[in-house]
């Protein structure tokens, strides 16, 4: 991946000024966030990429007298990987649970919702034993559940479950920070702390992307270095009500999400001074608080009308 986008620099196919974020490349790359991460923070260092205060990357030698950043829609042509079609069928497989994820995700605060499996398999253009490997997943994760009609249903996501997975949250994942903390690179620590920075500078300007990094960090790469694997997968079955907090961002901004940033910021300052167990501390508390603010999320979400949701999801009326 780095490799690849230093040819891309060097060649000038990502032009000086050129806006790279992390969400974008893990999309072409059809990997999660971290190695992307890993890749900008080494391209930084060489000084192909610099630091956009609070909005991620760009390519270096662009941005004269504070022009905006070059905004392009990224391709695999772009920074010279191969076609899609020519990929192997795990990384296309791997690109339709993401983009199923995301549209569940996006539906789960606004109520119940039957998940048309045929509609679905249509949608990605699969079969319908693939779809049904990844609802089984989901359903680990929590994020759907099947009644007793064996039908596929999302939701409703309620005030009491919020409450349940957050006192879960609290106790669990201080566990894995401690378990996780001794272990993490420096590196990726640093590139944690510049993100954090950023968004704190960014103040009302903070774009929604960089806030799900931000909460990326600490709740999803940082507990990702446990090696207990049981727990991990008790947490990930926890954080279905984080998508409260995406979809309240994408709705009214990330403005209110301020004394959460900084709440992130106090964990990553133990961990940097190698205060795990103070970490720890701070990450319950904050999880604590979380807690009742994304409850009243809940709340300001529901008086807000229905996204546009795919032709596989239908609305279960109440």
């Not at 779809?131 to 007793?148: A, I, N, V």
């Not at 009742?292 to 239908?314: D, K, N, Q």
């Amino acid at each position: 991946m780095e490799q690849a986008l230093t040819d891309a620099i060097e060649r000038g196919d990502l032009a000086p000024g050129t806006m790279v974020a992390e969400g974008a490349l893990a999309e072409v790359f059809g990997t999660s966030r971290t190695p992307v991460r890993a890749a900008l923070t080494a391209l930084e260092k060489a000084r192909l990429l610099e630091r956009l205060q609070g909005r991620g990357y760009v390519v270096a030698g662009g941005i004269p007298g504070g022009d905006l950043p070059r905004r392009v829609v990224l391709t695999r042509e772009m920074i010279g990987l191969p076609d899609a079609t020519e990929t192997a069928a795990p990384t296309a497989a791997s690109a339709i649970a993401r983009a199923l994820e995301s549209s569940l995700a996006d539906a789960l605060p606004y109520g119940e919702f039957r998940v048309n499996e045929q509609a679905a398999a249509d949608h990605f253009g699969v079969s319908r034993t693939v779809l049904r490997e990844l609802f089984g997943r989901f359903q680990d994760r929590g994020l759907m559940r099947k009644t007793q009609q064996s039908r596929w249903v999302i939701g409703p996501l309620t005030a009491r479950d919020i409450s349940h997975y957050f006192a879960i949250r609290e106790k669990l994942e201080p566990l894995a920070l401690l378990d996780a903390a001794p272990g993490l690179p420096s590196e990726e620590l640093a590139a944690m702390w510049d993100r954090i920075e950023a968004a704190e500078a960014a103040h009302a300007d903070l774009d929604p992307e960089d806030l799900a990094q931000v909460e990326d960090d600490l709740h999803v790469t940082l507990p990702s270095h446990s090696s207990n694997v049981p727990l991990l997968r008790m947490i990930r079955q926890s954080q279905a009500a984080i998508v409260v907090n995406r979809a309240f961002a994408g709705t009214v901004g990330t403005a209110p999400f301020r004394m959460a940033v900084g709440e992130h910021r106090i964990v990553l300052e133990f961990l940097r001074r190698g205060a795990h167990r103070a970490a720890a501390e701070a990450l319950a508390e904050h999880l604590r608080l979380s807690a009742v603010r994304t409850g009243r999320r809940l709340m300001a979400i529901s008086l807000f009308p229905t996204p546009p949701t795919p032709a596989y999801l239908r609305l279960i009326d109440g």
